[in-house]
């Protein structure tokens, strides 16, 4: 009998030879190593409006540095405009765009870009729009009259640096857009406030205490949150344990949540964990407890330095900046997704180079549940900059003093092969707006006038 079960039985194949049984597998409480990513459209469709911003953040630098090597230090203005071939030229050169990648932009976003004859050379120039300039201007404006604010968000992030307190200028600089900071903040802020920071020769930033800090500086924002919360929404003597040491955690649409996740989940929100802003560098990290402990507390620094910035985001290589200073692992990526409920890591807006890391709780729907003066000026630039480009009035944004395109070229079609010596031909155009007189009103005629537009 034996040996007719031995002849049916076969061996398991050698990929399947160390398995574990599937129902043992299933049942662990620990959190998985290793988690699919989910996306979510919401985040995503943030970051497809902030490739055009930072396309037109970096044109806009081009042309203050092809007016003048020392206009970038000045800030320049909206005024400031550079010959339309010299601006394709240096986008190629140091932005590393195709050759008609940066005409075909600036023709998309006419609220944006003006393109106009220049009255001396007699050649196509490009400019800002004011709409654009005064975007720009009321950024600066709210980052000038939020700098008290900054210079506290800046102390706490050298705080998160435990035993020294101390961070790289460099580090700080790459990070400055994040925080809000002023470009020239190594001077406006570090070295303008000896009391608060200390710059060391090797280029560091210290933190220097004062008496002036506020009782709650190292308090984290998850703490103020929770207490909150607690306050808000839970009886006394109900569930103490559960909210003391848990996180806000949303996970994004279409995420499987089984049973025993489920309790992995609750099991490592009752865990304790060390404050970010603890020194904790003579801790014993041989029990795997205290490993736990430290890996949430890697969370929570995290989720401390995305509290910190003014659009609660930042990219995932500016983070690995302060893995050192958080306690991060190495693998940086494949631990935020093992915490899908409180990040978001999009890989949209550069053909998935760029990883930009989400605060889950502090948006919802897209957009930031308590906003700040800066960011509300940067969307100002975003709502510009997805404007239909058929809206615009055609011989107001792209010529100078009501001049029409026969300047350019002798007639409104010398003007579009005009165009299309520089532009080249891309094909797709659509019949223009007819323009009722001077006041720039929309008429809905159409117009045998070929549009100037690319969509």
């Given at each position: ?6 002849a049916?039985?076969r061996?398991?194949?050698p990929?399947?030879a160390d398995?574990?049984?599937?129902g ?6 620990s ?5 699919q ?5 919401a985040f995503?469709?943030?970051?497809e409006?902030?490739?055009r ?20 230090a000045?800030?320049g ?8 071939s010299r ?18 932009f ?21 400019r ?10 009321l950024e ?8 008290p ?11 998160l ?5 101390r961070l790289r200028?460099e ?11 002023p ?20 280029q ?9 800090d506020?009782p ?8 103020r949150?929770?207490?909150q ?10 569930g ?16 499987k ?12 929100q ?11 560098s ?6 795997l407890?205290a ?6 507390r890697?969370?929570?620094g995290?989720h ?9 985001r ?8 302060f893995?050192d200073?958080l ?8 631990f935020?997704?093992k915490?899908?409920g409180?990040?978001?890591i999009?890989?949209?807006g ?12 502090a ?8 906003p ?6 940067r ?33 409104r079609h010398?003007g579009a ?22 006041d ?6 159409e ?9």
């Open positions: 009998m034996l040996r007719r079960i031995a049916f039985w061996p398991p194949p990929w399947r398995a574990p049984a599937a043992y597998a299933s049942k662990s409480t959190l998985p190593q290793k988690q990513r989910v996306r979510d459209h995503d469709g943030i970051m409006v902030q490739k911003v930072r396309r037109f953040l970096a044109l806009h630098s081009l042309i203050l540095y092809a007016a003048s090597p020392t206009a970038l000045g800030g203005g909206g005024a400031v405009s550079v010959p339309f601006l394709g030229a240096l986008s190629r050169r140091q932005l590393s765009l195709a050759p008609l990648d940066a005409g075909r600036l023709l998309r976003h006419p609220h944006a870009f003006h393109l106009f004859l220049h009255p001396v050379h007699r050649i196509l120039h490009a800002l729009t004011p709409r654009a300039a005064s975007a720009l201007r600066a404006d709210a980052i000038a009259s939020s700098l604010v900054t210079i506290l968000r800046l102390r706490k992030l050298l705080l640096a435990p035993p020294h307190h200028l580090h700080i600089r790459l990070l400055r857009r994040d925080f809000g900071l470009d020239d903040f190594a001077d406006s802020i570090i070295l303008s406030h000896p009391a608060l920071f200390r710059l060391t020769p090797d560091f930033v210290e933190f220097v205490p004062s008496p002036t506020p709650g500086l190292t308090v984290a924002a998850v703490e949150a929770r207490e919360h607690y306050r808000e929404h839970r009886a006394p003597g109900a103490e344990e559960d909210a003391r040491f848990a996180f806000p955690t949303r996970f994004p649409p279409g995420f949540i089984g049973k025993y996740f489920r309790i992995a989940v609750w099991k490592w009752r865990l304790p964990y060390a404050s970010p802003y603890a020194d904790v003579d801790h014993d990290l041989r029990s407890e490993r736990r402990r430290m890996e949430k890697a969370v929570a995290v401390e330095l995305l509290s910190l910035t003014v659009e609660k930042t990219t995932l290589e500016r983070l690995a900046l893995r200073a306690g991060v692992p190495k693998k940086i990526k494949e935020l997704l915490y899908q409180i990040f978001y999009s890989t949209r550069n053909q998935g180079k760029l990883h930009t890391v989400f605060l889950r709780e948006y919802y729907k897209g957009e930031l549940v308590d700040n003066g800066i960011y509300l000026a969307r100002r630039l975003e709502e510009l900059l997805m404007l239909n480009p058929e809206k615009a009035n055609l011989d107001r944004m792209f010529t100078s003093m009501g001049r029409g395109w026969d300047e350019l070229g002798g007639g010398g092969e005009l165009r299309e010596e520089f532009l080249g031909d891309t094909g797709g155009r659509k019949g223009s707006i007819k323009v009722d007189g001077d720039g009103e929309e008429s809905g005629e117009s045998g006038v070929e549009s100037l537009y690319i969509e």
